[in-house]
């Protein structure tokens, strides 16, 4: 089991000796997960991201750096590739953060949930992140949605039952991830506090 506290103030640390020099390389590699392939500033974020993963001595792998050849390809075509394509890097992968920030609704990206799933079935550590701290899950949706009641103790919407276990997302995510609110790069930190065997790997 996972001990969020300490596993956090070692990852403090060590971006405090990153900050001063960039970490002696691990041969490893490190997923980066999220929605932020879908934004404006994808480039921005995502060369910060991979910068961040080299200071603290990690080889970053993320997915709009796979090399898709799209000519005379449909669109059916394009996108069957680059789910192959991601699937291979998370084979690769020796971790993986994922960016679980509410996209387009209340709830995560759902593809990242996937790429979560896979990582958590492979066995290796999987540091979800958000950059800022947020309410629980039920609390978001409440925000959203003036409907939702309470019934007998169980929340619900014009759907139904709504989760309510006081997680910041699924359980299936929660459950599975160690979380940070801190941003990716402290996500980065724990991420090779993980693989540095200071930690057990597996949930």
């Known amino acids: 089991m996972l001990q969020p506290l300490f596993v956090s103030s070692m990852a403090a640390d060590l971006l405090v000796q990153a900050e001063q020099q960039p970490l002696s390389a691990l041969p490893v590699s490190v997923y980066l997960a999220g929605p932020s392939v879908f934004y404006a500033d994808v480039m921005a974020i995502s060369a910060q991201l991979k910068a961040d993963c080299e200071q603290l001595g990690m080889t970053p792998l993320y997915p709009l750096d796979n090399e898709i050849q799209s000519d005379h390809l449909t669109a059916a075509e394009i996108a069957q590739a680059i789910a192959q394509a991601n699937i291979r890097m998370i084979q690769q992968a020796d971790a993986i953060i994922a960016d679980i920030s509410c996209f387009r609704g209340t709830a995560m990206d759902v593809g990242t949930a996937f790429e979560i799933g ?58 599975t991830t ?17 693989l540095s065997g200071q930690l057990p790997k597996a949930v």
């Open 178 to 194: 160690a979380y940070t609110d801190q941003g990716a790069k402290m996500a980065l930190a724990m991420a090779r506090v993980m």
């Open 118 to 175: 896979m990582a958590v079935q492979r066995g290796i550590p999987v540091v979800s992140y958000t950059d800022a701290p947020r309410p629980d899950y039920l609390s978001r949706v409440r925000a959203a949605d003036a409907a939702v009641i309470e019934q007998d103790g169980i929340w619900r919407d014009a759907t139904g039952m709504i989760e309510n276990f006081g997680l910041q997302e699924n359980l299936m995510v929660a459950c």
